[in-house]
């Protein structure tokens, strides 16, 4: 069975702290680039961050040095801790699962978890 199930979202002041996390199949954790995308209303679902199968991370630019994505080959767990969180952050944020390319520009997600909000309040 392949799946992605995100949890961790929730609500926030501006400044605070946020881990959100995706549970992984098996297959889904061994064989594939995984990424968090974000998307807020009325914009296009956008990557964020992903980390490819040996470890390469990616950043986009509105959460680079604010952000870490890592993963728990133990738990078949994929994180995204996120730290200065500000108000544009908000949104719903989707797991994903990419059996090419990794660099973000480059990523065409082939599996999606169903997501999970994130709301930070100023």
């Known amino acids: 069975q392949v799946q992605l199930v995100e949890s961790g979202g929730g609500s926030v002041q501006a400044g605070g702290s946020l881990r959100l996390s995706c549970s992984a199949s098996?297959?889904?954790?061994?064989?594939?680039?995984l990424a968090w995308f974000r998307q807020t209303p009325g914009k296009l679902r956008e990557g964020i961050a992903s980390?490819?199968?040996?470890?390469?991370?990616y950043y986009a630019d509105s959460v680079k040095g604010r952000t870490t994505i890592s993963k728990d080959s133990a738990k078949n767990t994929l994180y995204l801790q996120m730290n200065s969180l500000k108000s544009e952050d908000s949104g719903t944020y989707y797991c994903?699962?990419?059996?090419?390319?990794?660099?973000?520009?480059?990523?065409?997600?082939?599996?999606w978890g169903q997501g999970t909000q994130v709301a930070v309040s100023s």
């Open positions: 994903a699962a990419a059996a090419g390319l990794c660099a973000l520009t480059e990523l065409i997600p082939n599996y």
């Open positions: 980390i490819s199968r040996a470890g390469t991370t």
């Open positions: 098996e297959r889904l954790y061994r064989d594939f680039c």
